[in-house]
């Protein structure tokens, strides 16, 4: 099992950027596909981008292609999304999450999850 950590949400105004930080643990790394999802209020989870498990296949929601980028640094164990041009409606708690599938696909399917960081975006 892998242990997931995010870190980097907070409150920016529409238009700014963020970037969140997953820190990884337990399992080797590079066995996992790792992907972003997120809740917002009375709302279900939704994907928001992946990541093959050597980083080189990347898939995006259409609601964030364009403005978020997902990476991942397989030495440091760590998976990144850097969320720029950011929205009233990317106000959500953003999840971490892996898959031991190799399959980068998009879905809400995931193995392991983090806690989850808030990201709210004021007007």
């Known amino acids: 099992q892998v242990q997931l950590v995010e870190s980097g949400g907070g409150l920016v105004q529409a238009g700014g950027s963020l970037r969140l930080s997953c820190a990884a643990s337990g399992r080797t790394f590079t066995t996992y596909t790792m992907g972003w999802l997120r809740q917002a209020p009375g709302k279900e989870r939704e994907f928001v981008a992946s990541?093959?498990?050597?980083?080189?296949?990347?898939n995006y929601a259409d609601s964030v292609k364009g403005r978020f980028t997902i990476s991942r640094d397989n030495v440091k164990n760590t998976m990144f999304l850097q969320m720029n041009d950011l929205k009233l409606e990317d106000t959500a708690v953003y999840y971490c999450?892996?898959?031991?599938?190799?399959?980068?696909?998009?879905?809400?399917?995931?193995?392991?999850w983090g806690q989850g960081t808030q990201v709210t975006v004021s007007s």
């Open positions: 990541i093959s498990r050597g980083g080189s296949s990347t």
């Open positions: 999450a892996a898959r031991s599938s190799s399959a980068n696909i998009a879905t809400t399917q995931w193995d392991s």
